[in-house]
């Protein structure tokens, strides 16, 4: 049967209807990079940041030349569409080992600043592959106790690395909503913070950013993205801000229902913010949190809590 026409009106909600999730762009580990280098600019820990953006360029490097896909088959990702599962799920991948020719390609381009640094590359590289795979099933259950913090961030950006170019390598409409909630509908990690977008028809509305494949999708505002409680939301920024608190770039949205908060991101007060930058230089928030009592659930791949 021929499919039906649409009527004027459902052609104009239908443009007007913001999508669902977006894909990052292709240059993501470049801009992170970038952001990175700025942030570190008279930053506290600005030898971090700036080690972090050496690792995002390699990051870049490698999604630029992937040595290997983790792209499901046509079979496989059509059964994910059946069954209203990720894409790329983190769960089953994770364990197939497809990802670390991802973790090789970056070692060979990392440069190590310090003894320390080269001390952790050597011991990934000398690491076998079921070691490697349990150190990466464990930081991606957030079971930080399992592994050397220092290993986290190389781990990490080997990982990212692996999923951004399996996302942008789906085919179109293979990311849907699959009621995953604050978990990503792409490979099913938990999102690492929110960003408010500021123009056109998406102006208002948070999409949260993927800790793993950074995949973004729509989440409504005012609702907790641990607990979805709405009560007694507040909302806290670094007391050190230039901004009042009502226009700080990045603010914690705290829910005394389950103890928990969560970073958003501002468009509109810094147009230029990114997620993962944006979270690692604003750690002295976290940090007032964990002071004022609330817990830390959203991941940052490239950081070890408490480390």
């Known amino acids: 049967m021929a499919d039906r026409l649409m009527e004027p009106e459902q052609i104009s909600a239908s443009a007007s209807t913001p999508p669902y999730s977006e894909r990052p762009p292709a240059r993501l580990f470049a801009l992170r990079a970038e952001r990175l280098e700025k942030l570190a600019t008279n930053h506290p820990m600005g030898d971090y940041l700036r080690l972090l953006a050496g690792l995002c360029q390699a990051q870049q490097q490698v999604m630029d030349d992937p040595p290997a896909s983790l792209l499901p088959t046509p079979e496989r990702l059509a059964q994910a569409r059946t069954h209203k599962m990720p894409p790329l799920a983190v769960d089953s991948l994770v364990r197939e080992d497809g990802w670390q020719p991802f973790l090789d390609a970056l070692l060979e381009r990392i440069e190590a600043p310090n003894d320390a640094v080269?001390?952790?590359?050597?011991?990934?590289?000398?690491?076998?592959?079921?070691?490697?795979?349990?150190?990466?099933?464990?930081?991606?259950?957030?079971?930080?106790?399992?592994?050397?913090?220092?290993v986290v961030p190389f781990l990490g950006a080997a990982l990212q690395a692996a999923w951004s170019q399996a996302l942008l390598a789906?085919?179109?409409?293979?990311?849907?909503?699959?009621?995953?909630?604050?978990?990503?509908?792409?490979?099913?990690?938990?999102?690492?913070?929110?960003?408010?977008?500021?123009?056109?028809?998406?102006?208002?509305?948070?999409?949260?950013?993927?800790?793993?494949?950074?995949?973004?999708?729509?989440?409504?505002?005012?609702?907790?993205?641990?607990?979805?409680?709405s009560k007694d939301l507040h909302y806290a920024s670094l007391e050190s801000d230039r901004h009042a608190p009502d226009k700080a770039p990045i603010r914690a949205e705290c829910c005394p229902g389950c103890q928990s908060y969560f970073k958003l991101l501002y468009l509109d007060s810094d147009p230029d913010a990114e997620g993962l930058s944006a979270d690692l230089a604003s750690l002295a928030l976290d940090l007032r949190m964990d002071l004022e009592g609330y817990q830390r659930q959203a991941p940052n791949l490239l950081l070890a809590p408490g480390g």
């Open 118 to 150: 080269a001390k952790v590359l050597d011991s990934l590289r000398q690491a076998d592959a079921a070691q490697r795979r349990n150190w990466a099933v464990s930081l991606l259950d957030g079971d930080y106790s399992a592994l050397d913090a220092a």
């Open 170 to 229: 789906l085919p179109e409409g293979s990311v849907t909503d699959i009621g995953s909630g604050a978990h990503c509908p792409c490979c099913g990690s938990p999102a690492m913070t929110g960003v408010i977008r500021h123009r056109g028809k998406q102006q208002g509305l948070r999409y949260l950013v993927c800790s793993l494949c950074a995949c973004e999708w729509h989440f409504v505002r005012v609702k907790c993205v641990h607990c979805d409680s």
